[in-house]
Every structure is written in structure tokens, then in C-alpha cells.
């Protein structure tokens, strides 16, 4: 049976990943839409190869490169934010939300109003809209699959039980680059290092993220969320192999985890066939040469991302959204070279300590809340 998909932010690292497990099974797929920000070349080519409908780039300017680059093609070109709108709510089967940032979420609210699958990797979009986002998944009878490893793995060791019956959800943290280093490599920590993640292979944003553990911080949020067991029911464990992708116990002292190699394509496939399975070309786990799985307390000295992010969940509201704005405008700060690697999280609690705006109720609402955090981090950058 062919099932109709759009990928908004094909371009990316998520999006390959998903385009990847498409081409491979190309047969079973009807492409819908295809969008990035600006990489009018890049989507095109995609475009033509999957004979999407459409092909949108978020940033208008960039409107007029792509349809240079899909002239006779036969697919729509389409830019600027309405036209991303549009795009997902075109009603595929399934919408993959692979955008970076807050910038995903009205994208990503457009399909949930469809009411179909979302496949999500894009977290800022859930940690900023929170209740809103979970509010229109009832409202719209749409289905929430999460594709961050993490909460993939959650949710397969979460299939037909009670959430009445869980003890504790763990999430695992690889701990990122900086896991053995001392505060002073910290403090002196560059982009190029930042970005150099011992097992995965990531965007820009999320790779600082993991770096500054504020990547555990959002997966905290975004798994309060998902798995509504309550904040105290959630915890984070520190474990460098990233073979254990989470776990949960249950109340009679079982412990499900879900393990795969450090591949999101093996997550992307789970959520992409749920609730069947489909082959992917990653290799067979072979824990004979893993050899040996290790886990450790997160240090929250050394990495506070995760101390403040519970903080924010625990405040709720709009504190999460102050958070992420707050977050991703510190990491496009510290990409830029403007602010030291220790900055980030330091200027994420200067910005919450500037005031969280009213609990947000709509979509709307929550854009507001993240438009004002991110002003608030521009005037404080531009002081430091
Ligand atoms: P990426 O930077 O590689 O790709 C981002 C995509 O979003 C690109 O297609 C880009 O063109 C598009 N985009 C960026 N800004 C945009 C804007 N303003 N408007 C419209 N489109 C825009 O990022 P990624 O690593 O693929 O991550 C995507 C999302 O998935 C993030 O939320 C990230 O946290 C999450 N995630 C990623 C991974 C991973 O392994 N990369 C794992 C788990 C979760
Ligand atoms: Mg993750």
C-alpha cells in the first residue's frame, strides 16, 4: 500500500536520514512536500528525485533559486512561512518534523491539524507550544510519534502497558563531547569542538545542544509531554555508548530498555512503519564487540542545562519557551563566536530571570512568548 509523506526540513541531517529509508523503499511512497530554509539547490535536486508535489523554502529570498532550480520539472515551488504552512497541511499520511528550532512549530501545527501522523524530531516545537501542541493532537485526532532516539525508545518500551504502572522513565545521555573534559577545556571549548559529537551525526544546533547537556534538558520537557507520568517519575542517566537509547520500570521491578546502534535511521524506520516494522540498512547490534555498556550520575555542576530545564518544567507555562528561545539564540551566539561556550546556559537563566510571560493558550500566544525571549537575548548579547 503507497502512504503519502512530507518532510519539513528535508535538507537536514533528520531529513536525509528519512529521505534515505524513502529512496529504499521508494515503491511505498508518495512524496507530498519538501521544505528547507534556504538550500533552494540542495531541496530542489530532493524535489525532482522524489517527484514531490511541492518543494518549499521557508526563507522567501531564497524563493526565486528554486524555481530557477525546478524549471520543467513539473513540482510546485512555493516560499516564505504561509507557504510552509501550507505545505504540511496538505494532509500526508505522514509529516516528518525535522525543522530546526521554534521556527518548526507553526509547520508542525499546521499538520497536527490535519489530524495525521507527525513524526517528530523537531523537540524545540513541543518543549516551546508544551500543552498547546498536546491539546490540538486530541483536538485534531492526530497521532504524536516521537523520532528522538530517546523518546522512541520510550515509546516502544511503553507499547500496550499502563502508565499507571511506571516507576521511573530514564532517559540516556551520551553526555555529549565534553563528558570527560575538565572545567577549564570547557570554559576554552570551541565551535569546531562543540560540534564534533563522539556518536552521533547532527546538525549544528542540536550538536552544541548535546554538548551543553541542554539537548537532555529539552529531551526532559519533550518527555514530560509525551509520556504524561509526572515530572518526578522522569530522570536522566549519563551513558557514553549510546547503545541504551531509554528505559522504563515498571512497578514489579522490571526495567524494558530499547537498544540499536547510534543511527536515526533506526528510529526514523520505527516511527516512519509504526505500528509494523520495516528493514533498514543499519547494521546488526553486535554487543560481543560493543563489549561493554557503562552508565553515570549526570553532573550538574559541570553541566546545569539540565538543572534548569527541570526548573522550567516544574514552573511550566512559558517558561519552556522562554528557555528554548533563550537557548537557541545563545547557540547561534556562541556558533557566530560572539560568546564563550559557558555563556549559553548562563545567559539562558539571565533570561529567565528577566520574567516569564503569561501561560500561553494558543499557538499564537506561544510564538509571542518566543519572539519576546529572543529579543530579551538579543539586548543582553548586545551588552556583553
Ligand atoms: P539540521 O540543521 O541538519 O536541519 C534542519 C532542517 O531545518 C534543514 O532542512 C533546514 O533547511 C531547515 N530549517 C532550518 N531553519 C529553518 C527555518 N527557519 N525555517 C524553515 N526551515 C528551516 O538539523 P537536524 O540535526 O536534522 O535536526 C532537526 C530536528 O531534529 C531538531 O529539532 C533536532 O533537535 C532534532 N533531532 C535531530 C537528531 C539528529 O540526529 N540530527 C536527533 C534527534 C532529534
Ligand atoms: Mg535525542
Known amino acids: 500500500m503507497t502512504r503519502s509523506i512530507t518532510v519539513l526540513g528535508a535538507t537536514g541531517s533528520v531529513g536525509a536520514s528519512t529521505l534515505d529509508l524513502v529512496r529504499r523503499n521508494r515503491g511505498n511512497w508518495r512524496v507530498v512536500a519538501l521544505t528547507a530554509n534556504c538550500s533552494a539547490v540542495e531541496l530542489a535536486k530532493l524535489a525532482r528525485e522524489f517527484e514531490a508535489e511541492v518543494a518549499v523554502v521557508g526563507d522567501e529570498s531564497c524563493l526565486s533559486d528554486l524555481r530557477e532550480a525546478l524549471a520543467g520539472s513539473g513540482v ?69 510519534l516521537p523520532v528522538d532516539s530517546e523518546h522512541n525508545a520510550i515509546f516502544q518500551c511503553l507499547e500496550g502497558e499502563d502508565l499507571a504502572n511506571v516507576r521511573w522513565i530514564t532517559l540516556t545521555a551520551s553526555g555529549g563531547p565534553f563528558r570527560d ?49 509526572g515530572l518526578e517519575r522522569l530522570r536522566i542517566i549519563v551513558h557514553p555508548q549510546s547503545i541504551v537509547h531509554s528505559m522504563v520500570e515498571y512497578r514489579d521491578g522490571s526495567t524494558l530498555a530499547q537498544l540499536g546502534p547510534s543511527d536515526m535511521r533506526v528510529p526514523i524506520a520505527s516511527a516512519l512503519a509504526w505500528p509494523q516494522r520495516m ?37 511550566g507555562g512559558a517558561a519552556p519557551a522562554v528557555l528554548n528561545a533563550a537557548n537557541e539564540v545563545a547557540v547561534a551566539a556562541f556558533l557566530a563566536g560572539k560568546i564563550k561556550f559557558t555563556r549559553i546556559v548562563a545567559q539562558c537563566e539571565q533570561v529567565l530571570g528577566l520574567g516569564i510571560p503569561p501561560a500561553p493558550n494558543t499557538l499564537d500566544e506561544v510564538i509571542a512568548a518566543d519572539a519576546d525571549a529572543r529579543r530579551r537575548a538579543g539586548e543582553l548579547l548586545e551588552r556583553v
Open 76 to 144: 510546485e515551488a512555493a516560499g516564505g512561512p504561509d507557504a510552509l504552512n501550507e505545505a504540511a497541511a496538505r494532509g500526508a499520511d505522514i509529516t516528518v518534523a525535522a525543522i530546526v528550532g521554534c521556527a518548526g512549530l507553526a509547520p508542525t501545527m499546521a499538520a497536527i491539524e490535519q489530524g495525521g501522523t507527525i513524526a517528530l524530531a523537531n523537540k524545540e516545537a513541543l518543549v516551546s507550544a508544551g500543552e498547546v501542541m498536546t491539546a490540538a493532537v486530541a483536538k485534531h485526532g492526530a497521532t504524536l
Open 279 to 315: 528493514d533498514t540498512p543499519c547494521a546488526p547490534l553486535d554487543l560481543a564487540a560493543i563489549g561493554t555498556l557503562t552508565f553515570r550520575a549526570p553532573d550538574e555542576h559541570m553541566f546545569p542545562a539540565t538543572r534548569v530545564a527541570r526548573e522550567c518544567a516544574e514552573a
Open 181 to 229: 573534559a575538565t572545567r577549564e577545556q570547557i570554559e576554552a571549548a570551541t565551535p569546531a569542538q562543540a560540534v564534533a559529537h563522539p556518536n552521533w551525526d547532527m546538525g549544528a544546533k542540536i550538536s552544541v545542544d548535546s554538548a551543553t547537556m541542554m539537548n537532555k534538558g529539552l529531551e526532559f520537557i519533550e518527555a514530560y509531554h509525551l509520556f504524561p507520568v
